[in-house]
């Protein structure tokens, strides 16, 4: 039975129960209530009997006068004064009964009463005649309390009361069978969305993950095989940035098409994040990689067409099975997506998972699932270099650099876990993390008295995220730190990547007043001459040059050279790789306005940072440091 029905059914009998209860009490009510109001009615009707006699009225006259009184329920008759019947009434047409006979005693000890004859109630009433030897007895038989008496009572208000309930039952039942569905699709429609990608329609990561498990945990104890697949897709950050998004989702959206279309039940593909999707292919026992390869880079092979665009693109594809190299859903995708960088370093387009012998080439790729997990726990830190101001000796910032200690493995090199954020798309969620971690920091050291500014690094993916420039709008907003406190820092390769989109970027940023760093100059194919096209603030020269300055006269008049031509710009000059006081002497002597190195200080967690801030603001300490020579 469907919802609607059981609850109009359940509405319904709810109500008429309810109004059946309350028809009993107001019928057993009514008839009470009843039963007390004729012995009044009966004393009026006598009395309206006498008016009709003449005064001093004879026996005859009383008798005659009262057949033309009585009713169908109603004996009238006349007793004298020692309650003796003098006299009834013959029964006439009206009548319905014979007349009923009490007895004198109990008509003189009361003027009304109940007797009960023959299993019916009577009620009757004595009206003695003015002036006259002469009493009325007026015999009312009260009905049975039967289903017409009780209509008679009440039976119209009770039939509207039950119209309108059944049309209120009705109208509510439809009512909240209505909202009951809005409900339940909405439930359906949250679990759908919580298990699949908005855009493409197919399962997400967690979605397929579970599909996945659940068909091993089938397979366990049998000789079948399963293959898990990862598909990147080539080009598609170029369609992006010259096409625009609205482009690379229909793209993406077709794809997902292809895919589902090449598939046969129980196999399923799933986006897995960006521009990778994800495949579960079962009984792939006697299937080779080349024809694994042949379906699903097969569905790439014809064009695109997006508005009114043909696009060709390519993919790599990775593969891992089961149960040879994991028996769980992340260890296999895991494997799957690192069989892609092994297909792409050795420039082929499909590869099935190879266990590598270098333990630390394996220990890189488990580092990708497990560089997730940080990301996820807050295993990472940031640690500060402080910036040394040569104007004043002074430590006016510091550069927020990226430190991750594994659970396992210990300390994790920075260029090694953000090449792996750089290739799994995890770069951005990564520096989300770095910028508000900083400008937190930072706006703690503002609230507390300490004026300094914090650089922080963007790649160049991140310069192609539209999503950057508000994320750090938002960021200072909420922390409440002024926008010229925090300091981006990009190098030259990821500025010249894309000149016109870093240019896009750079100006956003300039505009919300962000202090703007050239990272590693020198060392690219930038010139300052194209910088003064761009709203730069800062240039940092390469610590390359920096620390063999002393021994290479050629780097020292790079430094010198480089120095005076950013001076001419109006942009502020930072030395990093300072490693000992010889070279921070000789940037001081070239006019150098910043340095940065071990030699001032090492990368420093964030509370031994403010304590360095403090000690150096602490006029009783005497105590040399790097910063005030």
């Given at each position: ?569 109006s942009l502020e000059v930072v030395a990093e790789g300072v490693e000992d006081e010889a070279i921070l002497k000789q940037l ?42």
């Amino acid at each position: 039975m469907q919802q609607r029905t059981k609850l109009l059914v359940g509405s319904l009998a709810s109500s008429l129960g309810v109004i059946a209860l309350f028809a009993g009490i107001a019928f057993t009510s009514a008839l009470d209530l009843a039963r007390h109001r004729i012995p009044s009615l009966l004393h009026e009707h006598n009395q309206h009997l006498i008016e009709t006699l003449p005064e001093r009225p004879s026996l005859e006259q009383i008798q005659v006068m009262l057949p033309h009184h009585e009713t169908r329920s109603d004996s009238l008759s006349v007793i004298d004064t020692q309650g003796r019947l003098l006299g009834v009434t013959d029964k006439h047409p009206g009548k319905s009964s014979p007349p009923v006979y009490i007895d004198s005693e109990t008509l003189l000890a009361a003027s009304s009463g109940y007797t009960t004859i023959d299993d019916n109630e009577y009620i009757w009433v004595t009206t003695p005649i003015p002036d006259s030897p002469y009493t009325i007895v007026n015999t009312h038989r009260n009905a049975r309390a039967g289903l017409r008496e009780f209509m008679k009572h009440i039976g119209v208000p009770i039939g509207f009361a039950a119209l309108i309930s059944i049309w209120l039952s009705t109208w509510g039942a439809m009512v909240i069978s209505s909202l009951f569905r809005k409900l339940n699709e909405q439930r359906a429609q949250l679990e759908h969305q919580a298990h699949h990608d908005p855009l493409t329609g197919l399962p997400n990561r967690d979605a397929l993950s579970h599909t996945i498990d659940t068909t091993i945990a089938h397979l366990d104890g049998s000789k079948q095989t399963l293959a898990v697949c990862m598909i990147d897709l080539h080009q598609f950050k170029e369609i992006n940035d010259s096409l625009g998004h609205h482009c690379g989702d229909e793209l993406l959206r077709q794809v997902a098409i292809r895919l589902s279309g090449t598939l046969q039940t129980p196999d399923q593909a799933g986006r897995f994040y960006g521009n990778k999707f994800a495949v579960m292919l079962t009984n792939t026992g006697t299937v080779t990689i080349d024809a694994i390869a042949e379906t699903l880079l097969g569905t790439l092979e014809n064009a695109f067409e997006i508005d009114g665009r043909c696009l060709y693109i390519r993919g790599t594809l990775g593969i891992a099975l089961y149960p040879q190299h994991a028996t769980t859903a992340p260890v296999l995708l895991q494997k799957a997506e690192a069989a892609i960088f092994q297909a792409r370093d050795n420039s082929q387009h499909a590869a099935i998972f190879q266990a590598l012998d270098n333990k630390g080439a394996a220990e890189r790729l488990g580092l990708i699932n497990d560089l997730r997990n940080a990301l996820r726990d807050k295993q990472l830190e940031l640690h500060y270099q402080p910036k040394l101001d040569l104007r004043n000796h002074h430590i006016i910032g510091a550069e927020a650099l990226a430190r991750w200690t594994h659970p396992q493995h210990g300390a994790i090199p920075p260029d090694q876990f953000i090449e792996i954020a750089e290739r799994t798309g995890l770069i951005k969620e990564l520096t989300h993390w770095v910028l508000e971690t900083a400008i937190q920091q930072c706006a703690h050291c503002h609230v507390n008295g300490k004026t300094v500014k914090i650089s922080a690094n963007l790649s160049a993916i991140n310069l192609h995220d539209d999503k950057l420039v508000p994320l750090i709008a938002s960021l200072l907003k909420r922390y409440k730190l002024p926008a010229q406190n925090l300091v981006v820092e990009i190098t030259e390769t990821a500025m010249m990547a894309d000149p016109a989109r870093a240019k896009t970027q750079l100006r956003k940023l300039n505009a919300l007043g962000v202090y703007i760093s050239i990272d590693d100059f020198g060392t690219g194919y930038s010139s300052l001459g194209h910088l003064r096209l761009l709203p730069v603030n800062e240039i940092k020269i390469d610590k390359s040059f920096v620390m063999d300055m002393i021994a290479s006269e050629d780097d020292a008049s790079i430094v010198r050279a480089t120095i005076g031509l950013a001076h001419d710009l109006s942009l502020e000059v930072v030395a990093e790789g300072v490693e000992d006081e010889a070279i921070l002497k000789q940037l001081s002597d070239m006019g150098c306005d910043i340095a940065q190195g071990y030699h001032i200080a090492r990368p420093m967690p964030a509370a031994d940072f403010i304590a360095m801030l403090e000690k150096i603001d602490d006029p009783a300490e005497d105590e040399p440091t790097a910063a005030s020579r």
